[in-house]
């Protein structure tokens, strides 16, 4: 726990690093960009077909017909388009996890490294190409669980455990991996997943319940929808502080297991040493012959006297 804490409070500090301040600006840049840029193109006709597929389901007309006699008609209007917003939530949140995988990750962790573990050595592990196929294929499996729980979202407690749940799973797979790729060999990193794995998971959950709270920008319903071109790029940087801040957690936590876990791995058992020194005595070759003693009263000849 204390290991877990350490790491912890690093991060948060590791955060107001102006170097980490300046990476978060990038992921922000470039999902801006394409956002905002799939938003002026396709906008329209995205939101014509939710539309189009809102009209066929009664609930949602009888819905409308009780907001007309309420006199709140004009949140009919806003539903399509939060609700377009609403499904795009999952892509943006996937997409700068995997931003700040790629781009932010091995610049920070190589930061903690240097100013933390300065001596610890790089048996490169893993590799970029390695990385890239490990995070689509935790993406890939994120995606399917998330779609198999939509149904149990409805149920309220769920909704409030399996999300994050997904995403801590999916912040731990990608991270682990990324933070021990440069320092790790396989081996070492397969040892500090499987002795750490709950330890890493807690982390990983901890950071999807963190990511909820940009999700408070999403809920502020009709004035989202309103100042979406300005909202978007917000909430796209608050989650990308929060996956570097997971991203700093990971690192932190998983270089100090990787150094104690050498650390370990460099003390020879106490049963070994004593064999080492034993070893080397016993398999000294015997002389044929033993040397005279030395008597303890000689004669000048070298024999003793029989007179004495």
């Not at 330890?199 to 920008?217: D, F």
């Not at 024999?303 to 004495?308: A, E, F, V, Y």
Request: hydrophobic share 55%; with cysteine.
């Amino acid at each position: 726990m204390s290991k877990l804490l350490d790491s912890f409070w690093r991060a948060v500090m590791y955060c107001l690093h102006p170097r980490v301040i300046a990476l978060s600006v990038l992921p922000v840049v470039i999902m801006g960009v394409f956002s905002l840029g799939l938003g002026y193109f396709y906008w329209e006709s995205a939101l014509a077909l939710v539309r189009e597929s809102l009209e066929r389901f009664e609930l949602v007309n009888a819905m409308g017909h009780w907001l007309d006699g309420l006199g709140l008609g004009s949140l009919r209007l806003v539903l399509a388009p939060a609700l377009l917003l609403f499904l795009a939530i999952p892509v943006i949140v996937i997409i700068t996890l995997l931003f700040v995988a790629m781009f932010m990750t091995p610049a920070m962790v190589a930061m903690v490294a240097e100013r933390r573990f300065p001596r610890l050595e790089r048996k490169k592990g893993g590799s970029m190409l390695a990385s890239v196929l490990w995070s689509l294929g935790s993406t890939l499996l994120a995606i399917i669980a998330l779609l198999v729980s939509i149904p149990l979202w409805l149920i309220p407690p769920l909704i409030l455990i399996l999300p994050p749940l997904i995403w801590g799973w999916l912040t731990y797979r990608v991270m682990s991996y990324d933070a021990l790729a440069d320092h790790a060999s396989s081996e070492e990193r397969r040892q500090i997943f499987k002795e750490n794995r709950l330890t890493l998971l807690g982390i990983g959950v901890l950071s999807g319940y963190l990511g909820t709270v940009p999700s408070l920008i999403w809920a502020s319903g009709a004035m989202f929808v309103a100042m979406a071109p300005i909202l978007v790029p917000v909430a796209i940087w608050l989650y990308t502080l929060v996956f570097a801040f997971s991203s700093l957690w990971f690192a932190h936590y998983t270089l100090a297991a990787l150094e104690q876990l050498r650390k370990e791995n460099s003390v020879f058992p106490p049963d070994l040493i004593v064999q080492d020194a034993i070893e080397p005595i016993a398999n000294e070759p015997v002389p044929e012959t033993l040397p005279n003693p030395v008597p303890d009263i000689a004669s000048p000849g070298g024999q003793p006297d029989s007179k004495l």
